[in-house]
């Protein structure tokens, strides 16, 4: 095993500037360089790149041999349901099936388990090198403002440690009162970062993407919908999102999540769609652990994937990032916070090929950057807030596809944690 610093790393403490040296560095377009980084005492870079001056720091550490990547983002996840699933049997496995179990469930959730559900979720997936999070927090008339207040009082007690964005996740259940949402959405938009809902389980979609797209316009924040998460190609509501992003001059700062209508639409359809995306500067967030878990149970033959078109949209130069989802509940029993899992389900269930590696690294790291409006304060960049993890991996396709056995994760220049794989009885053969 190579010889790593680990215990002068493990020796930085915070408020100090520190140097970090020899390292190979991920760039911004996926290459990688060897490169110093300098992490001033406010926690943002200072400077990256090769032979710096670092006599002025207050500690330096040759980490020779190890690679550094920006700190790894999730660009949706649910942490309002995070950790409910003992509470909330999903029997049928549907995605039908999750929204009803926990909107039971949402009606006693208070502040309390909210708030420690969520601080667990967080905590794990800042150890996995998780740096910023995009959460999807329901308002309806089942949750209230519960969710969105309590992880708006989250959001500022983990700032320093973790990004987390909230979109406000205006829930139309069957049968719910539109006028209900109208009234409230203006006050949980206030509390949040982004404006979100389903628009394929609305009873009146026009009507409702007009009520989402409306109140984002009027306060400058962006749309980030859950859209068409089925595979019924004759009831796809893609052109009337789209049609709302020009409308109302969204371009560039609107998200479609799942999608996974695409992959059941055919190829022409698709690359149709696929050009109006890319002409509106539309983002999308493809999510392999619930689409695959929910998507294609009553298929008769073998079940679609359900996941859409991951490795077309990529190629085809749309902005496609891919995020946990749920975690732990009636959406998607399973899940520990790692973004590189999450990428390594994208590359093979999303038909990436093997020497698109770096994609998926891309799909963790730059793509939900931009999705997400980080702009200059994320990368590893001189004025960006120092996010990043050190592993023990030669290149980037070594860390995706198979993860580091030694990392530190840094949070605004801080070492926040630190994990090591050793193994024991082994002998090293002559």
Known sequence: MRDIPTASIADLTSGQSFALTGGAVIQADGSQAVSDIIVGVDGRFVAVGPGLDTRSCGACVDITGMLVSPGFLDAHQHLDKTGVLRFTPNPSGTLQGAREAFAKYARTAGPDDIRERAMRTIKRCLSRGTTAIRSHVNVDKDAGFYGIETLAGVRHAVKDDITLQLVAFMTPHPGQDFDWLAENIDSAVA??????????????????????????????????????????????????????????????????????????????????????????????????????????????MLPPRGLTRVAELYRAGINIATASDNIQDPFVPTGSGDMLEIARWTLLAGHLRGDELAAAHRMITTAPARLMGLGKDYGLVAGARADFIVTDCIDTDTLVAGGPDRTFVFSKGRLVSQSATDTFGLKEVA
């Open 191 to 300: 509390l949040a970062d982004a404006v979100g809902g389903t628009p394929a389980v609305s009873e009146d979609p026009p009507r409702y993407l007009d009520m989402l797209f409306t109140a984002a316009v009027k306060v400058g924040k962006p749309v980030d919908l859950h859209l068409d998460e089925h595979l019924k190609a004759d009831v796809h509501l893609l052109d009337a999102a789209l049609d709302r992003v020009e409308r109302f001059g969204m371009q560039g700062r609107t998200v479609f999540s799942h999608v996974s209508v695409l992959s059941a639409l055919p190829r022409t359809e698709f690359h149709r769609i696929a050009e109006r995306l890319l002409a509106l500067d539309v983002g999308v967030v493809t999510l392999p652990a619930a689409n695959l878990y929910l998507q294609g149970r009553d298929a008769e």
